[in-house]
């Protein structure tokens, strides 16, 4: 557990902290550099809370050792500034989707990769994007039609620039 | 509160744990103050008895909800008051909307006429010609805004308001977007884990792995970033004994606990296991030697005479809460003080716990409400509140987040007790279908078992209401009923898992009389609204779902989808639910539709209504489908959600919900569209399958799959 200097860039800036390399990038985040966007549910991948992205893939930050990402660009829901995140954002408000909304950070993440993939997703396709999130609320239905709208308002916005 | 800027600010007693209460009670006070919807805020008011929810309780009593005699009045009555004067802070039972339904809009109503009263003094006329609207007082060409009166507002006491007619409302009962939303989509830091404070540390457990064991070796050297590491006995509020690591992170401190050694004395319950338990409740379910709750004409007679008396018995397992914010709580002990940060359905309670432990009078401990990343019950207990205080007490000074880790979440939570129903009744005919049923069931006692650990007096002896609740409080008429239940100590702790015993007793029930009315050959909805003439509001729930589902009354599979029905009465809400499923899948069979009618009394906010409904019916079915922990050697064995899985998005069927437009007073709307789910889906896998399920989660046989 010897501690190094390990450097990244976080929502944009850069930032430093002295881990273990083997420390998890959620508990360097949460705890060491102060970004509580990302959860913690499962610690085991099981469940999708804690969803970054690292260099624009989506990863999760609970089994991924800080050490494996040392100066690459780390993006948490607080650094969503692109449009396709305001446009998921905008439809998770609009749809009421959350409920607790403990999950929701990671759905937005999971939502937000997905549309930046695939414009315009069908449920088949939402379905396989996010099964890896859990939400004990039962907030799934929602999120399927505010994925929907997202990718909608998106296409819009596209057609009319 | 209104600011001089015109921003309102509800006071809400009720914790948002997801049931978007926030917004409901807002509503309520926006409807009768006449401000703008966009000028409203919610925060959470400080511990105060006059928000003692008396609901509750109330409805914990074992009438009948139907019985409405001089002793039952004087029974709620005398409840109701002696609630107000334990001033207990509850959220939980459903019942927020109907606690608040009142006083939130008497609330609205006083400060809008303070407002008018401010106002009229003001410009120097009657208050009789000044009228409010959209956050202003309109007096002829003048207007005031809510912003320039509050000030002499918050001096005035008016006297009695009236309170609006229901055709009146401009906002109850309208779709407006949760108040919530936007920040919780943005993954804002509301939630108790994500409290920090100047010099914070954190502390990882290692608990008793199974049922009372206590630490009997640790190794308690400090190590880099580790500040602490102790042992630490149960604080009596539910906690096992636990090794403790306090440090720079949580995973500093879980590393940290990891090479400590640690050996543990042998359980005194080391043979325990679900099987024994299960075996124990089969044989008490069987004996009609319970506590009766209900007991109207002569059952027993009735069925030993019967010619044709159908049978059967139904099992479901310990479930867990597995909220998806595992529990925490953050506590600094500072000079005879204390502070604790944390979500929690009983901030009261939760005050109560942090004083004792660290023997300070609860005026020194002040609880800062988070928003709870989930309830469900399982935040009505105190025991990680009561040992985060214990660990406090251990670094003076020094704020200390507690987080447990999932697994230790799911393996020290306070389950939903498993049960076993027996049914039995004799079939009649057309006009009465059911001449006699008795129900006697057996399972631990989660509402008294829970009053114990948080030291409620009030429900900590006598009848647990909750035990039996879904057997004999449902609205058919049956020829003659008689329902016990058999209470039995198990050292598993259970409580409070949503809509508690409903959430089992709904599927014996619902399932029991299915079974009766295919062994009388009869359509399941038909053979149900033969004993619901006395209650129109439950038989106009049942046909509204049945109509919106194209209930086929014959009970035919058309293009491979069999439909099952239920209903269910809980919290004073009535839910029926039509479960559509197919073929499919690695469980051999697959839900796809679920068709809710909802009978909530008049929807203060349609779209949270919606939104419970959904959610409600997506919880039923991970109980019904995959929902079990089980316990061996003394512990339990799932620890994660690849053990203990939740319905994941491409598993949701399509979810449709229909409410019944009504005025009536509004009752809960949290837990009622639960109970019904999983007997809905059962009926629906008999029609098509053949294969009668009766025990939770609902498994088919290998053969049965296809
Ligand atoms: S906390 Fe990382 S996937 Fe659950
Ligand atoms: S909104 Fe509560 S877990 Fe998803």
Redesign the interface.
Known sequence: ?N?ERIELIVDGTPASLD?PPA??LL?ALR??L?H?????????A??G?CTVFVDGKPVRACVTPVGSVTGQAVT???GLDDPVGAA??AA???A??????????GQ?MGAVALLRATTRPSDAQ???A??G????????????AAIHAAAERLATAGADD | MIGADGVVTVVSPKA?????ITTALAMLVAEELECRWEDVRVAPSPIDRIYGNIAVVVDGLPFHPDADGPLVRSMRWLTAKTMRELGVMMTGGSSSVRDCWEIAREAGATARVALLEAAAARAGVAVSECRASQGRVIIGEQSFGYGELAADAATRRPGRVTLKEPAAFTIIGRDL??L????????A???G??V?IDGMK?AAVVMAPTFGAVPTQVDTAP???VHAVFTLEPTGFGDPAAVVAVA?????AR?ALRTRGITWSESPHAGLSSEAILADLREAAREPSGLPFRSVGDTEEILAQATRVIEATYEAPYLAH?????MNATVRVTDGTAECWVGTQVPGFARKAVAQVLDFDEGRVTIHQR??????GRRLDVDFIAQAAAIAKRVPGVAVQL?W??EDDMRHDAYRPAAVGHLSAALGDAAQPIRAIASHSASQAPFKSYSRRVGFALTAAGPDKTTAEGTWDQPYAFGAIRSTHAERDVPVPVGSWRSVGHSHQAFFVESFLDECALAAGRDPLAFRLAMLEAHPRAAAVLRLAAERAGWRADGTVVDGVAQGLALHWSFGSLVAQVAEVERGGPDGFRVRRIVSAVDCGLPVHP??VR?QV??????GLTAALRGAVTVTGGAVVQG???EYP?????E?P??ETHLVASDAVPTGIGEPALPPVAPAVANAIARLTGVRLRTLPLRLPAEARV
């Open positions: 557990m501690p881990a420390m998890p508990w705890h060491g102060g509580t966007g990302p959860k913690f549910g499962c610690g085991m099981l469940c809370a948490t829901i607080e998921v954002q998770w408000a609009a009421s989707v959350p409920q607790c909304g403990y999950c929701q950070a937005v939402i379905d396989d996010m099964r999130h859990l939400c004990r609320c039962g907030a799934y239905p929602r999120i399927r | 948002e744990m997801g049931q978007g977007a949760r919530d939303a936007a920040e919780k989509a943005r993954g830091p509301l939630f884990l994500d920090r954190y190590a880099p970033g720079d992170t949580w995973w500093h590393e597995a909220t998806m914010e595992p928003a709870l990343g989930g309830g469900f987080l880790s999932r779209a949270g939104q959904e959610g409600s019916v997506v919880m994660n959600f690849h939740l319905l994941r998005i491409d949701c399509i979810i």
